[in-house]
C-alpha cells in the first residue's frame, strides 16, 4: 500500500508541472503588460518608458519566457505565487484568506449532493422503471440542463423573497452556506444518483448476489450489505470528479450570492487583467483538484485491495 | 478493396439506427424542440413582437398581453430579447462544438495511429488539459484573450478540445491493430489514408455523440461566463448576461432573470436528449444496457 501511496504522488508531481506550465503559456500568450497596468493604476496616466523598464526588470518580465516560468514555479513550491497587480500584495495571501469560504461551500455542496443522490440511486436501482426510477432520472436530466447560476437565482425567489428562510447573500451565518450548498448540490445529485443506479442494477445482478439470495438471507442485507458495499466502489471515484465541478460550479455560485472567496477573487481578477493573481488562482484550484483526486485514488485502492496489486 | 466493403457495412447500417432514433421517444421530442429552436434563432427578428433593444415601455413590467414575458429594467421586451437570444446561444454552442472537434479529432487520430512518441506528447497535453474543470480552463483562455462572446466560443472551444482527442484516440487504438487495417496496410495505402478512410471511420460515431451532447455543454458554459461578465456584452441579448441584468431586481422584477434560464434548460435538454438517442441508436451494446 505504502509503495503505491509513493507511486501515485511521484505521478502527481509532472502533472502539476505540466498544468501550471499550460496556464502559464496560455497567460502569455497574448501580450497584455503587468508593469504597464500597475503603473496605470497607480500613477494615472503619467507613464514614463524609464518607470516602465524599471518595474519590468524588477518584476522579471524582461527575460525569456522559460526563465520566467522557472521562477515561477521556484516560487510556487516554495508557496510564493507572485505578486498581485491591483492589491499589491502576495497572490497567496489572498488566495488563502479566500479559501476557506470555498471549500466550506465545496464540501458542503458535495455532502448534499451525497445525501441527495445515493439513496435516490438506490431506490431507482431497487425498483427500476418504479415512479421513484423515472423520478430520479428526470431529475438528472434536468439537473445536466440547467444553468448553475439560474438554480441560484429561483432558490433564492423561492426560499429567500417569498419564504424568508434563507439570507440570500452573504457568508455570515451558516444559514446562508444552506441556499449556496443546495444550488450546486441540485445540478449534481441527479448526475450521482444515475451512477449510482447503474453501478448498483450492474452489482445485483451478479452470482454473487444471486448465492447471498439463494442462501436466503433476506432482501434487506442482500441489498444494503451485498449490493451497496461494491456499488459504492465507482462511486467514490466519481466523488473526486464531483469535487473539481464543486470547485467550478462555487465560482459562479460565489458571484450569485455575493459570497467571498476564491471564485468571487479570479472573476474579479479576470475583469481587472491582474494576471498574477489569475495564474495564481487557477493553478491553486488545479492543484487542490489534482490533490482531492490523489486521495480518492488511495482511497479506492484501500477500498478495492484489486487495484493495488495491479491487476 | 477494402474501402468498398467498409462503404458497404455502413451503407447497410445508415436505415437501421436512423430507425432505432426514430423510435426513442426522448430524442424524438428532444429532435422537435432543437428544431423549433433553430427555426425561432433563424426567424428571430421576424417573429419577435418587438425591437429588442428599443426601450419601449416603462421599465420591470411584469407580464402582460402587450409583453408576454415582461420589461426588463430598461423596457425592452423579454420576450423579443429572448428569441434572438437563441441566435447567440445556438451559434455558441455550434461554433465552440467545431472549434473543439477540429483540433480534438485529428489529434487523438495521430496520437492512436502513430503511437510512439507523437502518442506520448499529445497524450501528456490532453492529461494536463483534462486535469483542470472545463470551465476553469475555458477561465484561464478568456483570461488571456479578454471578455466578449466570441473569445467564449474560442475559450469553451479550447478547453473542450482534450475531451475529443481523448475520445478518439481511444477508438483509434481499439481498431488499429486489427486484420482489416492491417491488410490495408500492406496493401500499401499511405498512412494518411488507412487513418482517414479505415480508421476514423470508426470513431465517427461516438465522436458525433460527444459533439450533440457538447453543444448543449457549451452553451452551459457560454452562458455561465457572460453571467460573470466575462462573455456577451451589454446591450446583447444573450440569455447569461440577461439573468446577470435581472439579477440586480431579483426580489421586483423575478422574470427578467428567470424566463432567460427557461430558455437555456429547453435548449440544452433538447441537445442531451437527441445526444442520448444517438448513442443509443448508434451502439448496440449501449442499448442493451439502457
Known amino acids: 500500500m505504502a509503495r503505491y501511496v509513493l507511486g501515485r504522488v511521484a505521478q502527481l508531481i509532472p502533472v502539476l508541472l505540466l498544468v501550471s506550465a499550460l496556464v502559464f503559456a496560455i497567460m502569455h500568450i497574448v501580450p497584455g503588460d503587468p508593469a504597464e497596468l500597475m503603473l496605470a493604476g497607480a500613477e494615472g496616466g503619467a507613464i514614463t518608458p524609464q518607470r516602465l523598464a524599471e518595474l519590468r526588470q524588477q518584476m522579471g518580465l524582461d527575460e525569456p519566457l522559460l526563465v520566467q516560468y522557472g521562477r515561477f514555479v521556484a516560487g510556487a513550491v516554495t508557496g510564493d505565487l507572485g505578486q498581485s497587480v491591483r492589491y499589491r500584495v502576495p497572490v497567496t495571501g489572498l488566495i488563502l484568506e479566500r479559501f476557506t469560504p470555498t471549500l466550506q461551500l465545496s464540501l458542503a455542496g458535495l455532502a448534499l449532493s451525497v445525501l441527495i443522490g445515493v439513496p435516490l440511486g438506490i431506490a431507482a436501482a431497487i425498483r427500476p422503471n418504479s415512479w421513484l426510477d423515472l423520478l430520479a432520472m428526470g431529475a438528472a436530466s434536468l439537473g445536466a440542463a440547467m444553468p ?3 438554480v441560484g437565482l429561483v432558490l433564492i425567489l423561492l426560499f429567500s423573497f417569498q419564504l424568508g428562510w434563507f439570507p440570500p447573500a452573504g457568508a455570515d451565518s451558516p444559514a446562508a452556506l444552506v441556499l449556496p450548498a ?4 441540485l445540478v449534481s445529485a441527479g448526475m450521482l444518483a444515475r ?8 452489482i445485483l445482478s451478479e452470482d454473487f448476489i444471486r448465492a447471498a439470495r439463494a442462501k436466503g438471507i433476506g432482501e434487506r442485507l442482500v441489498v444494503w450489505r451485498h449490493g451497496l458495499n461494491n456499488a459504492m466502489i465507482p462511486v467514490v471515484t466519481m466523488l473526486g470528479l464531483q469535487f473539481g465541478a464543486m470547485l467550478a460550479g462555487a465560482v459562479v455560485t460565489e458571484i450569485v450570492f455575493s459570497r467571498p472567496g476564491i471564485g468571487r477573487l479570479v472573476v474579479t481578477a479576470i475583469l481587472q487583467k491582474d494576471y498574477p493573481l489569475v495564474q495564481g488562482c487557477i493553478v491553486f484550484l488545479a492543484s487542490v483538484y489534482l490533490l482531492v483526486n490523489l486521495a480518492v485514488d488511495i482511497a479506492y485502492a484501500w477500498l478495492d485491495p484489486r487495484i493495488r496489486y495491479g491487476t | 478493396m477494402a ?11 445508415w436505415p437501421s439506427w436512423l430507425a432505432r432514433f426514430a423510435r426513442n421517444k426522448g ?28 426601450m419601449l415601455s416603462r421599465p420591470r413590467r411584469p407580464p402582460s398581453a402587450a409583453f408576454w414575458l415582461g420589461t426588463d429594467m430598461l423596457g425592452r421586451d423579454v420576450f423579443s430579447r429572448i428569441l434572438l437570444g437563441g ?19 485529428p489529434l487523438g487520430l495521430l496520437a492512436g495511429y502513430l503511437g510512439g512518441w507523437v502518442d506520448t506528447l499529445i497524450s501528456r497535453l490532453i492529461d494536463a488539459l483534462l486535469a483542470l474543470p472545463s470551465i476553469l480552463l475555458a477561465l484561464v483562455f478568456i483570461a488571456a484573450l479578454g471578455p466578449s462572446i466570441g473569445n467564449v466560443m474560442i475559450a469553451v472551444g479550447l478547453a473542450t478540445m482534450p475531451l475529443y482527442a481523448r475520445l478518439v484516440r481511444g477508438s483509434v487504438l481499439a481498431v488499429r491493430r486489427l486484420p482489416y487495417v492491417e491488410a490495408a496496410r500492406v496493401l500499401g495505402n499511405p498512412p494518411w489514408r488507412i487513418m482517414i ?9 461516438p465522436a458525433l455523440v460527444l459533439s450533440t451532447l457538447q453543444v448543449g455543454n457549451a452553451i452551459l458554459i457560454g452562458a455561465g461566463l457572460s453571467f460573470l461578465g466575462l462573455g456577451a456584452q451589454p446591450p446583447t441579448p444573450e ?22 434560464g427557461l430558455a437555456i434548460l429547453s435548449v440544452v435538454m433538447a441537445c442531451n436528449l437527441v445526444g442520448d438517442g444517438l448513442r443509443a441508436a448508434l451502439d448496440p451494446r449501449m442499448r442493451l444496457e439502457r
Not at chain 2, 423549433?36 to 427578428?45: E, H, L, M, P
Not at chain 2, 455558441?92 to 483540433?103: E, F, H, Q, R
Not at chain 2, 478512410?197 to 460515431?205: E, F, I, T
Open chain 1, 182 to 185: 443546495l444550488t450546486l448540490a
Open chain 2, 87 to 105: 441566435r447567440i446561444s445556438l451559434r455558441l454552442g455550434l461554433i465552440s462544438v467545431v472549434l473543439g472537434a477540429l483540433p480534438g479529432i
Open chain 2, 239 to 260: 440569455w447569461g448576461l440577461m439573468s446577470a441584468e435581472g439579477r440586480e431586481v431579483l426580489g421586483r422584477a423575478w422574470w427578467i432573470s428567470t424566463f432567460p
Open chain 2, 3 to 13: 474501402p468498398d466493403i467498409a462503404l458497404a457495412v455502413t451503407a447497410t447500417r
Open chain 1, 195 to 202: 451512477l449510482v443506479r447503474s453501478s448498483m442494477i450492474e
Open chain 1, 148 to 150: 448553475i447560476y439560474w
Open chain 2, 27 to 54: 430524442a424524438m421530442v428532444g429532435a422537435a424542440l432543437l428544431v423549433g429552436w433553430i427555426i425561432i434563432a433563424v426567424f428571430a427578428t421576424q417573429l419577435a413582437p418587438h425591437d429588442p433593444t428599443e
Open chain 2, 197 to 205: 478512410h479505415h480508421v476514423l471511420v470508426n470513431a465517427y460515431a
